[in-house]
């Protein structure tokens, strides 16, 4: 005798074709579905980009309408083999050992000072943003009016007796490279400083008034609880400050000396800028660029090793 099922209920979760999916896993393609743009971006701006700069650091190609051919590691011979291209990483090592540690100590006193609200704590977080709200042509112009020979600065040292001591200090090959530092940690510290106290703003107030109780002074909460608890932050924005003035400053070199006087401030980014759209050196610009981009990869890892980041 037979049984006709087809009149049943059918159990939850089934229907006629077999079991439904769980719900999480109609949830994960949902999501993944909504990260497809985001990838596709990445992939066409970041991911196309890196695997043509390999390419072309393996092509002879003296411009961008002139014929190209294959060269192989030839241009990386030619890289290594310029004594320019050393003078380049000397001087982008110069940068990085100098303006990076003294831009993330100097923020980091500044935002654990404005996380104790001294008076006007909101216009000087205002003020120390400033400089990252300025167009790069802006800043250039700011600061040669205050460097150039007839300038701001050259002006206070006459007015102070001191005007033997005035110069040209962006075409002076011992001053220029430190003017260029100075310029960019007055463009990163303000900005550095007011994020590194919106995460120290974070710690419990609670936690200071036991140190305080305890009898700890402002640089030991300082260097003790403050330094600790945002160590992966302070690894974060060393990172994002790393990166710019390893690949970014060519900028202000661009903008304010052209390298010079010279090679006095031409580093390995504005090399890289220069030999593409000046001498027209695609091959050996983007061999260098690949040099540039392996030496920037060693320095975040080397960061995370320092700070001892937990992602």
């Known amino acids: 005798m037979t049984h006709d099922t087809s009149l049943l209920p059918a159990r939850a979760g089934t229907g006629a074709s077999g079991p439904r999916p769980p719900r999480t896993a109609r949830r994960g393609s949902s999501v993944t579905l909504l990260a497809v743009p985001a990838l596709v971006w990445y992939v066409l701006f970041t991911i196309g980009p890196l695997a043509a700069m390999f390419y072309i650091s393996g092509v002879s190609w003296p411009g961008m309408l002139a014929p190209r051919s294959w060269a192989g590691w030839g241009n990386f011979r030619t890289v290594l083999s310029d004594p320019l291209f050393w003078d380049a990483a000397r001087i982008s090592a110069v940068q990085l ?16 000072y404005l996380t104790l609200r001294p008076r006007g704590h909101r216009v000087l977080r205002v003020v120390l943003f400033t400089p990252a709200l300025i167009s790069a042509s802006a800043k250039a112009m700011i600061a040669y009016s205050v460097l150039a020979p007839d300038g701001l600065f050259n002006g206070m040292l006459a007015s102070g007796g001191l005007g033997s001591q005035t110069r040209a200090w962006l075409a002076d090959t011992d001053t220029a490279l430190a003017c260029v530092m100075a310029i960019d940690l007055w463009n990163g510290i303000g900005f550095t400083a007011v994020l590194l106290a919106a995460r120290l703003g974070n710690v419990p107030g609670e936690v200071y008034e036991a140190a305080e109780l305890d009898g700890a002074g402002h640089w030991r909460r300082l260097w003790r609880i403050a330094f600790p608890v945002t160590r992966d ?11 710019w003035i390893f690949f970014g400053s060519a900028q202000n070199v ?21 030999k593409a759209f000046v001498q027209s050196d695609l091959g050996y610009s983007q061999a260098a660029g690949v040099l540039l981009f392996l030496a920037g990869l060693l320095g975040m890892l080397a960061i995370r ?3 001892r980041q937990n992602y």
């Open 233 to 243: 932050y302070v690894g974060v924005v060393t990172m994002l400050q790393f990166l």
């Open 305 to 307: 090793r320092v700070l």
């Open 97 to 112: 050992a100098v303006v990076l540690p003294v831009m993330i100590t100097l923020a980091f006193l500044l935002g654990y």
């Open 254 to 274: 661009l903008l304010l000396t052209q390298g010079g006087p010279g090679n006095a401030t031409t580093n390995l980014s504005f090399l890289v800028y220069n």
